[in-house]
């Protein structure tokens, strides 16, 4: 009775412990995931340079047989992140971000990209949560596969999520890989490949 007395409160002690582990590692961003400040000069004028040499790339006058590469690095697109989106998706786009989800941030790697952001569950709990994402373009359409799941650093079997990994499949299926431009050319993305750190398109510009 007394052997048994110790493995159900060893077994439950270390139950609890495991519960308790779980819990503070669902708190722990990972390790890339430091969202920038805007307010600091240094992170404004990065997010300033990330905007206009996209802009620029995208609007360079190109022969319509080129095709040409543009990187872009984390640190860019963060920055950009931390103070330009709120603006872009309102006045833009015309949605807002939901007040659930902030600082957002992402992170590449040669397996994908990863998105994260502090995201409130139930009315008070805020915990980091982060997608990864495989994209490419296949056949004229873009194609987004999604490949882990975090919450914190608690992986979490996309399988348990898997109507929301079809439903991110069909609203990506029929995209195309077409940016239209104020002269009327459209800049194709022709591939998307991941480095650790940056990300890397491979474009056409094409003629009206």
Known sequence: MKKLLIILVSGTLFLVGMVVILAWLSMQPQGWYVPPNYSIDEIKTL?????YRLNEEFH????????WRLRI??????????????????HDQE???????NKPQVHVAPDGIWFAA???????????IAI?????VEKGSVEVEPVAIRIGKVPIPVVLFRSIAEEMQ?????????????????????SIEFEEGSLVLTCKTLLP
């Open 47 to 51: 997010a300033d340079r990330a905007e």
């Open 60 to 67: 360079k006058i190109r022969p319509a047989t080129d095709t």
């Open 73 to 90: 690095s984390d640190e860019a697109m963060n920055a950009w992140l931390s103070g330009r989106l709120e603006g872009w998706l309102t």
């Open 95 to 101: 949605i807002e971000l939901p007040p659930e989800i």
């Open 118 to 128: 502090m995201v409130e569950i139930e009315g008070a709990d805020v915990r980091p």
């Open 132 to 136: 990864q994402l495989w994209i490419t």
């Open 170 to 190: 069909l609203k990506a299926t029929g995209i195309e890989p077409f940016i239209p431009l104020m002269d009327d050319r459209e800049v194709e993305i022709l």
